[in-house]
């Protein structure tokens, strides 16, 4: 009987034949994924439309693929951060963002840009707030009146508020401490309104609804002495992050820092119906 004889398989040929294949199949295949960093965001920053949109712009600028894992406020955004699921927070400079570094978390802060506060008080402002020249004289005006005023919880208005009183050597009264006696912290706009009392809030959360101000007006805005920053948080030498991922939150942290970042900022701003978050005074 005559044996069949067997063609070599010509192994070079076929992976060439393969390869051509999947080249002209399934090009989106090849592409990779751009290096992509977690972000973890005080609420306030999308709730206004701001981040969004800054961030869209950033990932253009940076090829880096930026994904907000979380957005609420910093007790729902440092753990995520702490526990490694996100390489970059952006929140207000806090005793827990400084907890953070001394702690081995987090990297030295740096200052990015501000938000507002706002004065708020019964319509018929009977401290004539309105026509103050600035917020520190708004709050003379209060005392002077000893018109009720509430010490918000919050700490962010109670350090504005606190801020101003030392900034003109005021010496508030009994009445210009009365307690916020709302169930949550967003209750007390309801509280003032329910006292005739005037109030330090954040500008956002009033803007948007997530404080309801039914009975009170806002009054004064626009001093910078009522601002807050904000603070970039990278990751420090005990945090989980790998040496990829600390590169990625160093180069979008680099990005918003610089003046092309500045720009972008300006342009969500503008894009959100804003000013809401402020740049830093140029240097």
Known sequence: MRRQSRQPVRWPALAALL????????PEARAEAPPRVRVAVVGGLVLCGVWPELSRRAAAATGLEIETVAAAPKEGIVPAFRQGEAELLLMHGSDETYHLQAAGLAAPLQAWA????????????????????DAATALARIIEADAPMIGFRDPGSLAVMHALFRARGLRPGIRQQLPDTGATQQQVLESAAAQGAYVIAGHIPVAFGKM?????????QGDPAMRRVYVLVQPGPRHPASPEQR?????????????????ALEAANQSAGGPWVFPLPER
């Open 19 to 26: 390869l051509w294949s999947w080249t002209l199949a399934a």
């Open 114 to 133: 501000m938000n507002e506060h706002v004065l708020l008080g019964p319509p018929e402002d009977p401290a004539r707030v309105a026509e103050a020249p």
């Open 212 to 220: 309801p101000r039914a009975g009170l007006a806002l009054l004064f």
């Open 247 to 263: 590169q990625r939150a160093r180069q979008l942290a680099d990005y918003l820092l610089s003046p092309a970042g500045r720009q």
